[in-house]
């Protein structure tokens, strides 16, 4: 059973607008949520983060929201570059002494110049 | 300062073989974990280390699967017998301690069972 879904694989956006990332749960136990960026033959690299106490948390371009009761987050890239081009991971983690993440299957996002 | 190295980057092997892969976290990090990522899936946890405690080997598939890691320092995942459903991306993360969320990743070893 997946716990953490992304349903679209890819995404494919022009330069300069927004883009969208979505992500949905299933574990009401999940209270820490972490977006992931990963270009090809690397590893994943941390993005932005936030606390299930929180709706909204925003870093420069890149803001993340938080629907506990509709188990939905999403990641906002504005404006997105080519650079922004890499596969996302969504990943969540429960509190207590369960410290592992639980990741999404990644979507693929492609900026178009 | 250097960030999470692992060894080899690509592993190619027969069925049926061992194969052993290598973690360097970043010094300093006591926490390790060690991911699989299949192809077209997301990252799968296999297991963690938190300094000198008992590991957390929940994410193991198998008893083909084992893992050792020396105070705070190298880790390696040994995968006895392996099997083609072994091929996957084999992922090692480090953090500066257990309770900080964000996990720095290594760029994987890319292993393929023949």
């Known amino acids: 059973d997946q716990q953490v879904k992304q349903n679209s694989p890819s995404l494919s956006v022009q330069e300069g607008r927004i883009s969208i990332l979505n992500c949905d749960y299933t574990?009401?136990?999940?209270?820490?949520f972490l977006w992931y960026k990963k270009y090809p033959a690397e590893g994943p690299t941390f993005l932005i983060s936030?606390?299930?106490?929180?709706d909204k948390n925003e870093d420069g371009r890149f803001t993340v929201f938080l629907n506990k009761s509709a188990k939905h987050l999403s990641l906002h890239i504005v404006p997105s570059q080519p650079g922004d081009s890499a596969v996302y991971f969504c990943?969540?983690?429960?509190?207590?002494?369960?410290?592992?993440?639980?990741f999404g299957k990644g979507t693929l996002l492609t900026v178009n110049p | 300062g250097a960030g999470v190295s692992q060894s080899p980057s690509n592993k190619v092997t027969e069925k049926g073989k061992d194969v052993e892969l290598r973690c360097d976290p970043i010094?300093?990090?006591?926490?390790l974990y060690w991911y699989r990522q299949r192809l077209g899936q997301g990252l799968e946890f296999l297991i963690y280390?938190?300094?000198?405690?008992?590991?957390?080997k929940s994410g193991l598939p198998s008893d083909r699967f084992s893992a050792e890691r020396t105070g705070e320092s190298v880790s390696t995942l040994t995968i006895q017998r392996t099997q083609q459903e072994d091929s996957a991306v084999y992922l090692c993360?480090?953090?500066?301690?257990?309770?900080?969320?964000?996990?720095?990743f290594g760029p994987g070893t890319r292993l393929t069972v023949l």
């Open positions: 993360a480090s953090s500066p301690e257990l309770v900080y969320n964000e996990q720095f």
């Open positions: 574990n009401s136990m999940f209270d820490y």
């Open positions: 936030i606390s299930s106490i929180k």
């Open positions: 990943a969540a983690r429960t509190g207590g002494s369960n410290y592992k993440l639980t």
């Open positions: 010094s300093g990090h006591t926490a």
């Open positions: 280390f938190q300094g000198n405690s008992a590991p957390d």
